[in-house]
């Protein structure tokens, strides 16, 4: 069974830090690793990785994906209260059209100003 | 451009009732997937819908179904409701079947069972 562990489970940093978080996956037959951002309740999509694309920057947002390790980080620098969120991150198998998403429970990231 | 939509966005139902939940994928996705996310926890897959056919089922008792209409919406049912049913039901469309199809997520709908 495909399982995700996320770490930490919650982080407090103040304005201006920055933060790493980290996923761990195990999948069969992996296709791809997903980063979402949940603040109220649609997780809204942040990054796609693959064995072909396995770096990803937006603004202050970065990930790597490390097949080797089977794990991931999400940095976030010089965070702001908006980035304060729910951060989950989710593994799909490469089993042709099953396109199930396996979650890991999050990393609660809450930003003080 | 109209995202993922979902309705109801709340609901009450007792224990024993059925609920049936709904959504319409974004415009040109035929892939629908449901997942449940519990409290605390990341959402876990129910189902995946594409073409109307059911592509994928996750570890749910039969109490739960769905299916998919022409228009490509979906209905989620939910029959014989118990207390731990209580969840956000969250829907994501994406293109289909095919490689690195990123799903987009409805708003979801927060079912209460009393």
């Known amino acids: 069974e495909d399982k995700v562990v996320q770490s930490p489970l919650s982080l407090v940093v103040h304005e201006g830090d920055t933060v790493t978080l980290n996923c761990s996956y195990e999948v069969t037959n992996f296709r791809s690793l997903l980063w979402y951002k949940q603040e109220k309740k649609a997780p809204t999509f942040l990054f796609m990785l693959t064995s072909s694309g396995i770096e990803k920057k937006s603004g202050r947002l970065s990930s790597i994906l490390d097949k080797k390790e089977l794990s991931s980080i999400l940095n976030i620098t010089a965070t702001q209260t908006g980035d304060s969120a729910i951060y989950l991150c989710a593994v799909e198998p490469s089993n042709f059209g099953n396109e199930k998403l396996t979650f890991g429970t999050g990393t609660r990231l809450t930003i003080i100003p | 451009d109209a995202g993922v939509t979902q309705s109801p966005t709340h609901l009450i139902k007792t224990r024993g009732q059925h609920v049936t939940l709904r959504c319409s994928p974004i415009?040109?996705?035929?892939?629908v997937s449901w997942y449940q996310q519990v409290l605390g926890q990341g959402p876990q897959f129910i189902f995946q819908y594409y073409e109307k056919e059911e592509r994928g089922r996750g570890n749910f008792p039969d109490r739960f179904s769905a299916r998919q209409f022409p228009n490509y919406s979906s209905e989620l049912n939910v029959n014989a409701l118990l207390l731990g049913d209580s969840a956000l039901y969250l829907c994501?469309?994406?293109?289909?079947?095919?490689?690195?199809?990123?799903?987009?997520f409805g708003p979801g709908t927060r079912l209460t069972v009393l």
């Open positions: 994501a469309s994406s293109l289909g079947w095919g490689h690195y199809n990123e799903q987009f």
């Open positions: 415009s040109g996705h035929k892939s």
